[in-house]
Every structure is written in structure tokens, then in C-alpha cells.
């Protein structure tokens, strides 16, 4: 997932916001951003992806990426949250990655979001969403 954030700063974002629990993740995100000169335009977090869409981001994100473990329920669970606590603007996209398009799609399908494409990459999907207008 940090790769995707790193190179949209370095394609022109104005900011990337990563995150992962993990102290060894954050070690290497660190040092890739180093690598690539993104530090200015780069948050990092070691914390979960429950504390950091509470406690941390408090402004309106126009694309996020998830990519959680494959066989967990994070992406339902962050898209919840990322509706619950208002994150999206107007024409905002959420792109979710799994290898379980079917089980994600079936969570996702009571939630306030349109899914706007799905396209296959090898074994993982990406699942385009955004809010219901």
C-alpha cells in the first residue's frame, strides 16, 4: 500500500497518509520515502487503520487505498468508518484490493457507497467506490 501513496506524491499528490501497525512496515515506508524524496508530502502512522481514521485524519480525502490482509474484514470495516466519521468529499474514490471480490462486495453492499468499477490484476482485484449520491 505505501508504494501506491509514495507514487502518487511523486507523480504530483499533494499528500499521502500511510499506515500500518507494524514497526518493521513503517521502518521500510520510511526508508522508501527517503528514496524517494517524498518526505514533505508524506504522513506516516504506526497505529491501526481503526485509530488512525478516529484520532488522526481530520480533513476530507479525495482517494483512498486500501489493502488490507486479504482473508480479514478491514476493508468493510474501514469503509464503515471512513462513512461514520464523514471523510469523503463530493468525488471521492475508494480503491479497495483483495483476492475475495465476491465476500468483499457482498459485505460492502448494505453500506451508503456505489461501486463504480472492479478490474482484475493478476489474483488481486480493485474495487472503485464512492459515496451514494
Do not use: W
Not at 9 to 21: E, M, N, T, Y
Not at 35 to 45: A, I, L, N, R
Not at 67 to 79: I, L, M, R, W
Not at 110 to 133: P, S
Amino acid at each position: 500500500m505505501e508504494l501506491v501513496g509514495i507514487e502518487a506524491v511523486s507523480r504530483g499528490a499533494k499528500k499521502a497518509i500511510l499506515c500500518d501497525k507494524s514497526q518493521e512496515a513503517v521502518a521500510i515506508i520510511q526508508k522508501n520515502i527517503e528514496k524517494t524524496h517524498t518526505k514533505t508530502e508524506t504522513e506516516v502512522y504506526q497505529t491501526t487503520f481503526e485509530d488512525l481514521l478516529k484520532n488522526k485524519i481530520k480533513e476530507k480525502i479525495n482517494i483512498i487505498y486500501i489493502d488490507p490482509p486479504y482473508k480479514s474484514d478491514f476493508a468493510y470495516e474501514a469503509v464503515k468508518l471512513i462513512l461514520n466519521y464523514n471523510l469523503l468529499s463530493e468525488n471521492s474514490i475508494i480503491i479497495i484490493e483483495t483476492d475475495q471480490e465476491k465476500r468483499v462486495m457482498e459485505q460492502l453492499k448494505d453500506l451508503r457507497i456505489e461501486i463504480i468499477k472492479q478490474k482484475k490484476y493478476g489474483r488481486a482485484y480493485l474495487i472503485f467506490l464512492t459515496k451514494k449520491k
